[in-house]
Each structure stands twice: as structure tokens, then as C-alpha cells.
């Protein structure tokens, strides 16, 4: 097996790690990198699929191309579920519009991909206005609340609002930074963006190119960090940092001014340590 042969099967582990079957041009799109140089080309990935298929590493229908049976049923179940999903991102993107501190709406995980459950929660990314970002949070909360679509046990199709980014500072930290990451951003859709702040965030993030072929093709622009103090956003980060700790007890999020992160690293290390056992007697 050559190397464009184990990141394909790489890529589709991956994927197989969410349960999810790929087509060809999403195996192309999605084609993670590795230590060696190469050159991928849609004709090498379709001759890496044959001989991974004649080796009974993977599985085809024809259309879609997986690892197990159940990635298959998976996606074609779940397909059925994007017509409820869609009504509901567009629901909360009607309510975003009545909030000025809201740049861009991002939607991530699972439904972005079309991999998520009927009841299953919307996870949303926000961009806010510089220094409104804990503001904004507080605002946003409220008025979800008082829609009955926070991310409860008896709430189906929620709204979770677990990634925060201030407008001028869009740069993911280094601990933030893998495949894992990588491929969350791939799949990202920006369901509401008044200043193109997609572009804004890829180009602050060159780092992508480093572990998908995908940033290949994106020419990365110019981006810097542009941070001033706001006491009313401190304020509003201090009462809302100090509320969830006497709710919830000690968190290990990523907070500050200009970003926050409501989600654990240690999912990431979930994924990774399921990758590894797909990845068994492959190099990864």
C-alpha cells in the first residue's frame, strides 16, 4: 500500500469514526495529509478505492464508500432529516437578524454534514461585533431561552451556541490545532455572514493547509489580531464566567475576552483514540 492508498483509507476511517459513508468527490475534498509529499489527482483516488475495495479494506454501493455497513445505513437514514434541519437553522438565523452584535452565523458538528439525528441539537459558531462578545452571549442566551431552544433533556433541535469569536480575533489557538479541528472548519457552513467573515477566518487560520489538502487551492490573505478593552464586555465575561461556575462547578473551557469555547478538547481525544483502532496496522 502506497501513500495516497493510506490516506484514503485514512480519510475514510476518519469518517467511519462518525458513522458516516463518503462519496468520491467528498473523499477528494476531504483527503487528510500525511508526512510524505504527494500529488492527488481525482484519477490516483479512484485507483487507491479499487485496490482498497479488491483487498476487502473498504466497501462501495457504487455511490458511496465506506469501511462498514452501518456507515452506509447511517447516511442514508440521516438524509432523511435535512428538510427539519434547514427550517430550524433558518429560524435561528430569522432571530440573529434581530441582534446588531452578530457578524456571522456558523453552523458546525454533525448537521453541518448532514449527519445528525431527527431530535439531535443545532451547533452553531457566532462572530460578534469587537468587544460585545460576552454581551452578545448574554443577549443570545435570553432570547433562546425564552424560545424554549436551549440544550435540554425534552428540547429536540436546541440551539447550541458553543463556539464564540470575537470579529478581530479569529486565530485559533494551537491547542485547538489538528486534524480534528481541521476537518470542523472543512464542514463548517456559514448560514448568515454580513462581511464575508468566512474569508476573514480561513485567511487567520493558515494552519489548515498543514493537515488537508483541500487549503491547497485557498490562497491565504493577510490577517492580524486587533484587540482593544472594553469594561463592559469584561463586566459581562466576569458575571457570566462566575454564574456557570457556581451552576456547574470547574469547567475545562476555553474562555477569555475575545473567544470562547464550550466545547472539551476531550472529545478530540475520543476521535483520535476510535481513528487509532481503525488505523491498526496502518501508520497514523
Same mark, same amino acid.
Given at each position: ?12 476511517a ?8 463518503l ?11 500525511g ?20 483487498q ?5 454501493d ?6 462498514k455497513?452501518?456507515d ?9 432529516f ?5 427550517k430550524?437553522?433558518?429560524?435561528f438565523?430569522?432571530?440573529?437578524k434581530?441582534?446588531?452584535?452578530v ?6 458538528g ?7 439525528q431527527?431530535?439531535?441539537d443545532?451547533?452553531?459558531m457566532?462572530?460578534?461585533q ?27 433541535n ?28 472543512l464542514?463548517?457552513n ?7 467573515? =468566512? ?12 493537515y488537508l ?12 489580531? =486587533? ?11 466576569v458575571?457570566? =464566567?462566575?454564574?456557570?461556575q457556581?451552576?456547574f ?23 483520535f483514540?476510535?481513528? =487509532? ?5 496502518f501508520?497514523?
Amino acid at each position: 500500500m502506497n501513500e495516497q492508498d493510506r490516506l484514503v483509507f485514512l480519510t475514510l476511517a476518519y469518517s467511519s469514526c462518525f458513522s458516516f459513508a463518503l462519496s468520491k468527490k467528498e473523499i477528494f475534498e476531504r483527503l487528510a495529509k500525511g508526512q510524505e509529499k504527494i500529488f492527488i489527482s481525482s484519477k490516483k483516488i479512484e485507483n487507491s478505492l479499487r485496490k482498497l475495495i479488491s483487498q476487502s479494506l473498504i466497501q462501495s454501493d457504487g455511490q458511496y464508500f465506506f469501511l462498514k455497513k452501518r456507515d452506509l445505513e447511517n447516511r442514508l437514514q440521516r438524509a432523511k432529516f435535512i428538510s427539519i434541519k434547514k427550517k430550524e437553522i433558518q429560524n435561528f438565523v430569522d432571530l440573529i437578524k434581530k441582534v446588531p452584535f452578530v457578524k456571522a452565523v456558523v453552523l458546525t458538528g454533525s448537521t453541518a454534514v448532514d449527519n445528525a439525528q431527527k431530535d439531535d441539537d443545532l451547533d452553531f459558531m457566532i462572530i460578534c461585533q469587537h468587544n460585545t462578545l460576552w454581551l452578545t452571549r448574554f443577549i443570545l442566551i435570553l432570547l433562546t431561552k425564552l424560545k424554549d431552544k436551549r440544550p435540554e433533556k425534552e428540547n429536540s433541535n436546541a440551539w447550541c451556541l458553543n463556539l464564540w469569536l470575537d470579529e478581530n480575533d479569529l486565530v485559533i489557538s494551537e491547542e485547538r490545532r489538528s486534524l480534528y479541528e481541521a476537518y470542523e472548519i472543512l464542514q463548517m457552513n456559514f448560514v448568515y455572514d454580513v462581511a464575508d467573515f =468566512k474569508k476573514q477566518f480561513l485567511n487567520a487560520n493558515p494552519w489548515l493547509k498543514n493537515y488537508l489538502f483541500f487549503y491547497d487551492n485557498y490562497k491565504f490573505g493577510r490577517y492580524r489580531v =486587533k484587540k482593544s478593552f472594553s469594561l463592559l464586555n469584561q463586566l459581562f465575561f466576569v458575571l457570566q =464566567k462566575k454564574y456557570r461556575q457556581l451552576v456547574f462547578g470547574q469547567e475545562n473551557f476555553s474562555l477569555s475576552l475575545t473567544q470562547a469555547f464550550f466545547n472539551s478538547i476531550s472529545f478530540r481525544d475520543k476521535v483520535f483514540s476510535r481513528l =487509532k483502532e481503525k488505523m491498526k496496522g496502518f501508520e497514523f
